[in-house]
């Protein structure tokens, strides 16, 4: 791995990461990178283009980072066939609805569409949350063969209990959708998506408050979002 590839990709995740301008010493403190090398790194990333250093000295990213994210985003397939499946499943239950990608341990939020009452989320486009922690991520997982490697790595650095959850993972599988409460106060509800007969490595998921989630209502949402991933299944299979 060159290390000055490495490095220049470290400082520019820590730019997108925050959100403010950052000084140098603080991109250095949590890169683990001298100052100078920081500061050499970032005078390459500005004359670039992918960084800007403001009127008080600090570093912020440019709209170069989603360009290139929005390029990816956008020329993937599922991401195509999902928008209008996503505004239909929105204008249906009137709540959160999100279409999520797995990426290694992790799942990756590709669109959410906020409720007109929204309410406080941990995931916005373009975050990431470990996967077994998430309702789409326990979707995709109950039906992917390395469920517990994934599971097991994730555990080793969060208090998640493997037994407890691969149970979880069996009774998702059984019944095709899983429940989460990754954000305070909210309950998601996420069901994986996939094509071809291949491992899902996409899902939508519904998010609610909890405090006004009664069965009924949760059984509604449950019915759309099952409904919605069929008819989007059976779109993917026709590409």
Not at 60 to 85: K, N
Request: hydrophobic share 45%; net charge positive; proline share 5%.
């Amino acid at each position: 791995m060159d290390r000055a590839v490495s490095r220049s990709f470290d400082i520019l995740e820590c730019l997108a990461r925050a959100r403010q301008p950052s000084r140098l010493s603080d991109i250095a403190a949590e890169t683990g990178l001298q100052k100078s090398t920081v500061h050499r790194i970032l005078g390459t990333l500005c004359a670039l283009g992918h960084a800007r250093q403001d009127e008080t000295g600090r570093y912020g990213p440019t709209l170069r980072a989603w360009e290139l994210g929005a390029g990816v985003v956008t020329s993937m397939p599922i991401y195509r066939v999902a928008a209008g499946f996503l505004q239909a499943l929105h204008r249906t239950t009137a709540e959160t609805v999100s279409l999520t990608i797995l990426s290694g341990d992790d799942v990756v939020y590709l669109e959410k569409i906020v409720a007109a009452r929204p309410v406080r989320f941990y995931t916005r486009v373009g975050s990431r949350a470990p996967a077994p922690l998430t309702a789409s991520g326990k979707a995709m997982l109950a039906f992917r063969p390395d469920a517990r490697s994934v599971v097991e790595r994730v555990a080793a650095v969060s208090n998640l209990d493997v037994p407890a959850l691969m149970t979880e993972l069996s009774q998702v599988r059984q019944r095709g959708y899983a429940l989460s409460g990754y954000s305070p106060g909210v309950t998601s509800i996420g069901a994986a998506v996939a094509a071809g007969g291949a491992p899902p490595d996409a899902a939508l998921s519904i998010s609610a408050p909890t405090e006004r989630l009664t069965a009924r209502k949760r059984d509604a949402l449950i019915e759309a979002l099952l409904e919605t991933r069929a008819r989007m299944t059976e779109a993917l299979d026709q590409r």
